[in-house]
């Protein structure tokens, strides 16, 4: 058995969704017939940095984060008017996890045929649909279909964002910018929570469209990768694009000839056998990248997010919203710092230290938990594990924004092979959002079994990952994607 090399098949088929190679010789003819020179000017009038590129495609991210974040506010004023039970509304819950599978499976094709924006673009359409379905929702039904929606749209946001920040990132910004995604994930999270504040669920849901709408216009604004280009062999449209984002005057040549080269490697064969996976080319990287998005949720931070709210309540908070709200804003702020931090300390060194940090806080909140179910609730000791669990609760939060949230995903987006990137990318997303699905259809079930055993099986996972960054994950910090993937050979 074999399957088609994701950089060769149909090349002479696939086009860019946007017309996305062409997008910066605006107002100068037909591409056949404008010349360097007459683009030139343009670039230089109208030079886009790839910071600017990022903070478009981060609203992306900053829908999937709303997602995540809008059952948390909404759960009791949902289960009231349309009358559902915890069970349904756990369904509710999950339900974009499950759009987001489908998402996923399909998400390294469509970013392969069409190209990263226009994956972008139709990841955008079904987000909006999802919103309104919700909004309009008199009956379970819309309700779950809109989420199914939403969940679609977000499992394809999840792998193309990453993966197109990689590609457009010089390699002494990489990291700090592939953070830029789960940063917007925290503040699409916050940005929930602090609206569930003030507006009503409806509203909320409404409010939701507004990264999407705002992000469809904005694709057509900045250029497409430049790596994706020269697998699709657009050799004028893919240098264009590269100048554009290392600015007018950079020398680019150096780059040019490395992406050729490596362009150039992976396109020798139009197949690749499944008995040749077994090559540690191409099962290092994908037991480390899938490992890593797997063990990212199998700590238990969606549940942990999703319900805050409950958690809070178990804990004798009374304000649960809007300790929740703090949560969030805790998480962005702590994302932000290890966007700062990334490119500076390396991946490897952060993760160590936040799953490190979430083990001990994950002990700190099963043996506070545990405490509180075997002492008076009129006792100080009973007030004091309920402040030490909320506590826990932040500090596992934090330690997670420090590392095991963001760096997972730039990992995948660097270390998966070129030529079968598209393959590997949606299994190693697809892993992620099931396990996702699983932690958040179980967390409520399993926080009504026994809080303090929940937070136990999630700091047992936390302290594994340590073993597993140790032993098998890669420095990736100052190496160009090239020289990454080369390594593996």
């Not at 994701?6 to 010789?25: N, V």
């Not at 390294?108 to 999802?130: F, T, V």
């Not at 669920?201 to 469809?216: D, E, H, K, N, Y």
């Not at 055993?453 to 960054?469: D, K, Q, R, W």
Request: with cysteine; net charge positive.
């Amino acid at each position: 058995m074999s399957f088609r090399d994701d950089s060769e098949e149909g090349r002479d088929l696939r086009k860019p969704f946007l017309q996305t190679g062409s997008w910066y010789r605006m107002g100068m003819g037909s591409r056949m017939g404008s010349s360097m020179m007459g683009s030139s000017q343009v670039i230089r009038e109208s030079s886009i940095s790839v910071v600017a590129c990022v903070l478009i495609v981060a609203l992306g991210p900053i829908q999937f984060g709303f997602t995540s974040g809008y059952s948390s506010p909404t759960q009791s004023a949902i289960s009231k008017d349309l009358g559902l039970t915890v069970s349904e509304y756990s369904l509710f819950g999950s339900l974009s996890n499950v759009g987001a599978m489908v998402g996923a499976i399909s998400s390294g094709q469509i970013a392969e045929y069409i190209g990263r924006k226009g994956s972008l673009m139709i990841a955008a359409i079904p987000n909006i649909i999802g919103w309104l379905a919700i909004s309009f929702a008199r009956d379970s039904s819309f309700l779950y279909m809109g989420r199914l929606l939403e969940g679609f749209g977000v499992g394809i946001i999840s792998y193309t964002v990453p993966v197109y920040i990689a590609e457009i990132a010089p390699q002494n910004l990489r990291g700090s910018l592939g953070s830029v995604n789960q940063l917007s994930v925290t503040i699409g999270i916050m940005l929930a929570y602090l609206l569930g504040l003030f507006v009503g669920w409806r509203i909320l849901a409404v409010l939701g469209i507004l990264p999407c709408t705002i992000l469809i216009p904005g694709l057509f604004f900045i250029p497409e990768s430049p790596r994706w280009l020269a697998k699709m062999g657009m050799t004028e449209d893919f240098e264009a694009s590269l100048q554009v984002l290392r600015g007018f005057d950079a020398d680019i040549s150096i780059e040019v000839n490395e992406i050729k080269r490596s362009v150039a490697s992976t396109t020798r064969k139009t197949t690749i056998r499944f008995a040749e996976l077994k090559r540690r080319k191409y099962w290092f990287p994908l037991m480390v990248g899938i490992g890593l998005l797997m063990l990212q949720q199998l700590s238990g931070v969606n549940g942990v997010l999703f319900y805050s709210s409950t958690i809070f309540e178990a804990a004798g908070v009374k304000s649960s919203n809007i300790a929740t709200f703090g949560l969030g804003a805790i998480q962005v702020i702590a994302t932000a710092v290890n966007t700062w931090l990334v490119d500076k300390t390396g991946r490897r060194l952060l993760l160590i230290v936040s799953s490190s940090g979430m083990t001990l806080s994950l002990l700190v909140v099963a043996v506070s938990f545990f405490l509180k179910d075997v002492v008076s609730s009129d006792s100080s000791l009973y007030s004091i594990m309920s402040i030490l669990s909320v506590v826990g609760v932040v500090a596992m939060v934090v330690a997670f924004s420090l590392g095991m949230g963001p760096i997972p995903w730039v990992i995948m987006s660097e270390i998966l092979p070129i030529n079968i990137k598209g393959l590997a990318g949606s299994i190693a997303t697809l892993s992620n959002w099931f396990i996702a699905w699983v932690v958040t259809m179980t967390a409520n079930l399993l926080l009504d079994w026994s809080s303090g055993g929940t937070f136990t099986i999630y700091m047992l996972v936390s302290a594994f990952t340590i073993v597993f960054v140790t032993l098998w994950v890669p420095e990736t910090k100052g190496r160009t994607l090239e020289e990454i993937q080369g390594s593996f050979r």
